[in-house]
């Protein structure tokens, strides 16, 4: 989708600090960190939310928590994380397209 913003990103029309790519996602470095570690999985195709998931883009999705796995590892804090996907507006998520947030790197108590 031309207008939306991971899109965008994820075809390097707009850069950002990514920690791990390959040709089905991409993991960056969040603008607003919430967490001293604080990245996006994105995947490169437009999938606007995990209630969207298809039955044939379920690789997809498992392969964004591989490369949760992976970044996590490069960022230092392979075994201790909190991975969030808001669903819908309602649930406070601002970019409609699928994607999922690893924080890590301070002890994490909260549910968001």
């Known amino acids: 989708m031309a207008d939306c913003i991971f899109c965008q990103i994820g075809s390097g029309k707009i850069p950002a600090e990514v920690v791990f790519q390959d040709e089905t996602v991409m993991v960056f470095k969040d603008i607003h960190p919430k967490a001293p570690v604080h990245v996006l999985i994105i995947p490169k195709k ?3 939310s995990a209630a969207d998931v298809t039955k044939e883009e379920l690789p ?3 392969h964004m928590l ?4 992976i970044a996590a590892k490069k960022e230092d804090i392979p075994s201790a994380y909190k991975l969030v996907i808001n669903t819908g507006a309602s649930a406070g998520q601002v970019v409609m397209h699928l994607h999922m947030h690893l924080l890590g790197g301070k002890k994490i108590t909260s549910i968001v």
């Open 60 to 62: 997809i999705f498992a």
């Open 66 to 69: 591989e490369a949760a796995n």
């Open 46 to 48: 437009h999938i606007s």
